[in-house]
């Protein structure tokens, strides 16, 4: 029998994501009570919603400084509620589901919109699950302006919890502009869907250090103007390889962005070159993803890179303490020549080898999707997550979607999409490329972490000889470690049999 649909729904956290989803699920029919920690982040709300919805919609939503209001407005304790968490990961979340568990009942359903670690959503869960409250782990992507018009999203958990809320969702949720297909899908059981989320993460890393890198050598190295890098990336954003590729896009208008007041200066000129999020803990999914690059035992050198970047940048004050010791010239880009003719050919190169390191974060980021979910036994879809990232988040990128989606459809279970043929055709047409840039650009000291990153990630995983031969001699040599021989053939990934005694202790 189908379920009763909520009519209400309970937003808790009222910061940037939290007050657009509740303005989007107001214009989705639904009644909204919104509470908030700060008094005056619930105070701030007035201008927001009266400036932002349609004066009918106005009485929709109704903001609460205290829980027992709140929740009363959603029918209180004895009749089944449908919340929504957008706080912060780690201890916010416990910290509300202690603070409304009195009013919690059979029949709730609680969707957690942060950017949660896996294991903690698994323990919500399960703590929950003999009282019949269904804790959904609901990955939301796409920034304070798709919360409020159209986010991806990944949910995953209880079948029939999801069952009764996935017409809201795909209400709610981004469409795909070429099929109209909403982008939400059950990904599978607990936790899931916040790994998910995660990994999406982990590629928008991977996607921010190429584009990053790209601005650089056409800034920095050949002294292009910012309105014309706008109007490149703009051009790379419409068609081809990098067709709504939605950091493109973006980048295109942040390059053309001026004050609007004063003589002429581009806002990206005044902002400083720090990422701190990571380094501050206020974000995890960038950590977790490396994290679990490494104890998953997959190569995301791309993503780990960019990661790495992001760290070094995050300290500015000691990363000046360096530059003292070691000199400017280590870390300084250096200016260009190029002659026109040269420069059209190169911008092309770099505009293929932005396309061939983003498919490598792509790889990367599904490749761990893969392992997790068969180290989990998830059954996650890769094809769904291609899916569900057409539209309304950061790793939106056309091209790729339409490379990869029907790959995936057809092949099913897929271990390691560098081991898929269209893959690695479209590696082979670009990493020409990509290695052509990075041979350049190294020269003119231009900082690539993660396009160099990315070259070296397709040339060792095609290595048919890898010099860890060398290694794994060594290792042999100092720890016993033991290895296979070549003519044993690939093997398994276990100790080999053979040691040699290099020397006798
Ligand atoms: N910003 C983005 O682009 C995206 C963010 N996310 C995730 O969504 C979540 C919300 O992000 P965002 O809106 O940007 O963050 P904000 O900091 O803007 O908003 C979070 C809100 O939650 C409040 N809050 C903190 N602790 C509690 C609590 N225990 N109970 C109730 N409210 C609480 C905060 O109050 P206070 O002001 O006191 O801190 C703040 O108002 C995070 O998990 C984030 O990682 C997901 C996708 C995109
Ligand atoms: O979740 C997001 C987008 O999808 C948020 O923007 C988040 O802040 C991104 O952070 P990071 O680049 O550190 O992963």
């Not at 009763?4 to 107001?26: D, R, T, Y």
């Not at 000129?269 to 950590?287: C, F, H, L, P």
């Not at 099913?412 to 350049?440: D, H, M, S």
Request: net charge negative.
């Amino acid at each position: 029998m189908p379920q009763q649909a909520f009519e209400k729904i309970g937003v808790i956290g009222a910061g940037s994501m939290g007050s657009n989803m509740a303005m989007l699920f107001a214009e989705n029919g639904l009644h909204v009570s919104v509470f908030d920690v700060k008094a005056q982040n619930i105070d701030n709300l007035a201008p927001v919603f009266r400036d932002g919805l349609e004066p009918e919609l106005h009485s929709r939503i109704v903001s609460y400084k205290e829980y027992p209001p709140f929740l009363d407005s959603l029918g209180g304790a004895n009749v089944p509620k449908l919340f929504v968490l957008s706080i912060p990961h780690g201890s916010a979340a416990d910290k509300v589901l202690e603070d409304i568990d009195n009013y919690l009942c059979t029949g709730d359903v609680i969707l957690d919109g942060g950017n949660e670690w896996y294991e903690n959503a698994q323990r919500r869960q399960k703590a929950l699950q003999p009282r019949g409250i269904s804790y959904i782990s609901m990955g939301v992507s796409g920034g304070y302006q798709s919360a409020r018009r159209g986010p991806s999203i990944s949910p995953s958990g209880d079948r029939d919890a999801l069952q009764k809320v996935l017409p809201l969702l795909e209400r709610f949720a981004a469409k795909d502009p070429k099929t109209g297909q909403p982008c939400v899908a059950n990904l599978g059981p607990a936790g899931c869907g916040h790994y998910v989320k995660m990994v999406h993460n982990g590629i928008e890393q991977g996607i921010l250090g190429i584009v990053n890198e790209a601005w650089e050598i056409m800034y920095k190295c050949l002294h292009i103007d910012l309105d014309e890098i706008s109007e490149i990336f703009g051009k790379w954003g419409e068609e081809g390889e990098l067709r709504r590729n939605f950091l493109i896009n973006i980048g295109a208008e942040i390059c053309g962005r001026h004050h609007p007041d004063g003589p002429p200066s581009h806002v990206v000129n005044e902002v400083q070159d720090k990422v701190v999020q990571d380094a501050d803990d206020s974000e995890g999914t960038g950590i977790w993803s490396v994290m679990e690059a490494a104890r998953r035992h997959v190569s995301a050198p791309t993503i780990a890179s960019a990661h790495f970047f992001r760290i070094a940048s995050a300290d500015r004050a000691q990363r000046l303490m360096v530059v003292h010791n070691l000199g400017e010239s280590i870390g300084a880009a250096r200016k260009q020549h190029v002659e026109d003719a040269a420069r059209g050919e190169f911008l092309e190169d770099l505009r293929l080898a932005v396309y061939c390191a983003t498919l490598a974060s792509f790889a990367q980021g599904l490749n761990l999707i893969a392992r997790a979910s068969e180290d989990e036994g998830w059954g996650v879809d890769l094809a769904s997550c291609i899916r569900i990232w057409r539209e309304g988040c950061i790793i939106r990128s056309e091209y790729i979607a339409d490379l990869l989606q029907p790959l995936l459809e057809k092949e099913g279970k897929v271990t390691n999409v560098l081991t898929l043929k269209r893959v690695g055709e479209e590696v082979a047409r670009t990493i020409p490329a990509l290695r052509r840039v990075v041979q350049r650009t190294l020269e003119w000291n231009a900082h690539i972490p993660t396009l160099s990153a990315s070259l070296e990630y397709y040339k060792y995983c095609a290595g048919k000889h890898l010099p860890s031969q060398f290694m794994e001699a060594e290792l042999d040599y100092f720890g016993a470690h033991s290895y296979d021989k070549k003519s044993e053939g690939a093997g398994e990934v276990k100790k080999g049999k053979h040691h040699v005694e290099w020397k006798r202790a």
